[in-house]
Each structure stands twice: as structure tokens, then as C-alpha cells.
């Protein structure tokens, strides 16, 4: 279980068929280290329709889960992938980019 990741932090995906493409953590999947990250990986449900209950089927895009060893932080002001830091400033945890020392 990584916490280097949060909601909302700017990743940059380091393989697959996104690779190179830039987004935002929609949600975190701490238990299997999975995050999924907004507007990328998507792939196509096949949704059964119930009359029953008034649900209709189809094909629905959506987005996948991504492992993190397949993502990195992203730093948007040098354009460049960057590593995660802790400090400790007045005995409470920051992490920081160590591309250029900017805490999150």
C-alpha cells in the first residue's frame, strides 16, 4: 500500500496503451494499489438490460483501474515526472516533488 499517492494529485502515466498522458486521481483503491485516474484507460462495458427494474443495457465507456507502479507524479510547472518526498515540519508530515522541492 503506497501513500504517496491522494486524491487529485496530477500523475503522468509511465506505460501501457496511455502512455505519456497526464490526469487527475479520481479515486484510490488502497487494498489492491490501484488508482483510477480521470478521462484515462478506458475501455468498454457490456451492460445487460433488466426490464424488472427499469434498467437499460448497452455499451458504456468508462474508466479502468491502473496499477501505480504504472503511474508517477507529474510536476505541471517544469513539464517533467517526479519523485515523492516526506519532510517533517514542526513534527507533521509533507510530501513534497524532489524535482523541485514544491510541497503538496
Aim: with cysteine; glycine share 6%.
Amino acid at each position: 500500500m503506497s501513500k504517496k499517492f491522494k486524491l487529485n494529485d496530477e500523475v503522468l502515466i509511465i506505460s501501457g496503451k496511455d502512455k505519456g498522458k497526464i490526469g487527475f486521481i479520481k479515486k484510490i483503491y488502497k487494498k489492491i494499489d490501484r488508482v483510477i485516474i480521470n478521462g484515462l484507460k478506458m475501455v468498454y462495458k457490456h451492460k445487460k438490460s433488466i426490464p424488472s427494474n427499469n434498467v437499460i443495457g448497452g455499451i458504456i465507456k468508462k474508466e479502468s483501474k491502473i496499477h501505480i507502479s504504472n503511474i508517477s507524479h507529474f510536476c505541471s510547472k517544469r513539464n517533467k515526472r517526479s519523485k515523492i518526498g516526506f519532510r517533517y515540519i514542526k513534527n507533521k508530515k509533507f510530501r513534497y516533488l524532489k524535482l523541485n522541492n514544491i510541497l503538496i
